[in-house]
């Protein structure tokens, strides 16, 4: 086939650069024709928390990728739309994420429509996690002119079922499993060394931006309750802060466990992410809401046992086999309850089932490109 693929690509960091540029690599492989048109420009800065939404250090490896489509210059609109009919597309698979894209996906996906254009809509979210009635009054302006969804997970689909037209077609498919992140080949003790981390504690990892919705304070009380335990691990916050980090900084300093703690409170580039992976004994992902993440996929690459929160409903994460412990969202004390079992190893781990290995990516592809 002959797909043009929107969305951002590295050099833009984050969750949704890496998943668009994975599945930009998968449809290659697979020999489709792919055209990957990115963004010119992202955010703003003054809506972006971030230190920046670049990170330079790393470049897409993909062929055929144009820098073009942007949020709000209606230049960069229409030339994004003369290179997707110049290329004469069979699907344009398009993400959809965050509102502040609006203005820019009701123009081009009502253009899609009219020219006759099969389009799909890769949902990681229907409306951001920290979302009200206003974003979802503008997730309902932006695709009402979309009829074909592809969601993550059943819980998102039912988000999005309320907000789109009712004849549209959604299917579902789990949110692959991320290897980008190559092996080092380094000992356990090696990278730990190299991260300047506790040798001999078992790590919990905490990995990724670090938002409200993401339950960090949840588990930074559970880390509290489990201080009198008086057991030798030892917590890795290994992210840039979205929020104020006083905030976390006075609760780790009531709680008095900022000796059992590392925070790197920065992007982590790709270069060294697989190294907190490998360093680490088990994630942590103590999620108020979201429906997926893609921190988790990486854990899942790494096959580090899990501990996640009732909030995360993936179908690859129900059914993993290296180690899952799932507590009710929010509940600090269940957290340190599964964090006890998880340090004890009271769980069985069938450290040979290989989600590295097994082709998530494919069962995704069978649903976007299926007519």
Same mark, same amino acid.
């Given at each position: 086939?002959?797909?043009?693929?929107?969305?951002?690509?590295?050099?833009?960091?984050?969750?949704?650069?890496?998943?668009?540029?994975?599945?930009?690599?998968?449809?290659?492989?697979?020999?489709?024709?792919?055209?990957?048109?990115?963004?010119?420009?992202?955010?703003?800065?003054?809506?972006?928390?971030?230190?920046?939404?670049?990170?330079?250090?790393?470049?897409?490896?993909?062929?055929?990728?144009?820098?073009?489509?942007?949020?709000?210059?209606?230049?960069?609109?229409?030339?994004?739309?003369?290179?997707?009919?110049? &290329?004469?597309?069979?699907?344009?698979?398009?993400?959809?994420?965050?509102?502040?894209?609006?203005?820019?996906?009701?123009?081009?996906?009502?253009?899609?429509?009219?020219? /006759?254009?099969?389009?799909?809509?890769?949902?990681?979210?229907?409306?951001?996690?920290?979302?009200?009635?206003?974003?979802?009054?503008?997730?309902?302006?932006?695709?009402?002119?979309?009829?074909?969804?592809?969601?993550?997970?059943?819980?998102?689909?039912?988000?999005?079922?309320?907000?789109? &037209?009712?004849?549209?077609?959604?299917?579902?498919?789990?949110?692959?499993? *991320?290897?980008?992140?190559?092996?080092?080949?380094?000992?356990?003790?090696?990278?730990?060394?190299?991260?300047?981390?506790?040798?001999?504690?078992?790590?919990?990892?905490?990995?990724?931006?670090?938002?409200?919705?993401?339950?960090?304070?949840?588990?930074?009380?559970?880390? /509290?309750?489990?201080?009198?335990?008086?057991?030798?691990?030892?917590?890795?916050?290994?992210g840039e802060f979205w929020q104020d980090r006083d905030l976390y900084e006075?609760?780790?300093?009531?709680?008095?466990?900022?000796?059992?703690?590392?925070?790197?409170?920065?992007?982590?580039?790709?270069?060294?992410?697989?190294?907190?992976?490998?360093?680490?004994?088990?994630?942590?992902?103590?999620?108020?809401?979201?429906?997926?993440?893609?921190?988790?996929?990486?854990?899942?690459? &790494?096959?580090?046992?899990?501990?996640?929160?009732?909030?995360?409903?993936?179908?690859?994460?129900?059914?993993?086999?290296?180690?899952?412990?799932?507590?009710?969202? /929010?509940?600090? /004390?269940?957290?340190?309850?599964?964090?006890?079992?998880?340090?004890?190893?009271?769980?069985? *781990?069938?450290?040979?089932?290989?989600?590295?290995?097994?082709?998530?990516?494919?069962?995704?592809?069978?649903?976007?490109?299926?007519?």
């Amino acid at each position: 086939m002959k797909i043009v693929l929107l969305g951002p690509v590295p050099p833009y960091r984050g969750g949704i650069a890496h998943f668009t540029q994975a599945l930009a690599e998968k449809l290659l492989s697979e020999e489709h024709e792919v055209l990957t048109i990115s963004f010119r420009k992202q955010y703003p800065r003054w809506l972006y928390p971030g230190k920046s939404d670049k990170d330079f250090s790393q470049n897409t490896k993909i062929k055929d990728v144009l820098f073009l489509f942007s949020p709000l210059n209606f230049f960069d609109w229409h030339k994004t739309l003369r290179e997707i009919k110049s &290329y004469q597309p069979d699907l344009v698979i398009y993400p959809w994420w965050v509102t502040f894209w609006t203005p820019a996906t009701s123009w081009l996906l009502g253009r899609l429509r009219k020219l /006759g254009i099969n389009t799909k809509i890769l949902v990681h979210n229907a409306y951001p996690h920290e979302g009200g009635w206003l974003d979802k009054k503008l997730t309902a302006f932006a695709l009402k002119d979309a009829r074909s969804f592809v969601t993550m997970t059943e819980k998102e689909t039912q988000r999005l079922r309320t907000l789109v &037209y009712k004849d549209s077609k959604i299917e579902t498919a789990a949110h692959p499993v *991320y290897a980008q992140f190559p092996l080092s080949g380094f000992s356990k003790r090696e990278v730990r060394e190299k991260l300047e981390l506790p040798v001999n504690a078992q790590i919990a990892l905490f990995f990724g931006f670090v938002r409200p919705y993401k339950g960090l304070g949840t588990l930074l009380e559970a880390m /509290g309750k489990l201080k009198q335990e008086h057991l030798n691990l030892h917590l890795v916050v290994a992210g840039e802060f979205w929020q104020d980090r006083d905030l976390y900084e006075k609760q780790i300093r009531d709680l008095q466990i900022g000796d059992m703690m590392t925070i790197r409170a920065e992007y982590i580039p790709d270069s060294e992410a697989g190294l907190y992976f490998e360093a680490a004994d088990f994630f942590v992902a103590p999620y108020l809401e979201g429906t997926q993440s893609g921190s988790i996929k990486i854990a899942m690459g &790494y096959h580090l046992p899990m501990i996640v929160t009732d909030a995360i409903t993936d179908p690859l994460i129900l059914n993993y086999q290296d180690g899952l412990g799932m507590v009710k969202a /929010g509940e600090a /004390g269940l957290l340190a309850e599964k964090i006890i079992d998880m340090f004890s190893s009271k769980f069985v *781990y069938h450290t040979n089932h290989s989600f590295r290995d097994r082709d998530s990516w494919q069962l995704l592809l069978d649903v976007l490109l299926r007519k």
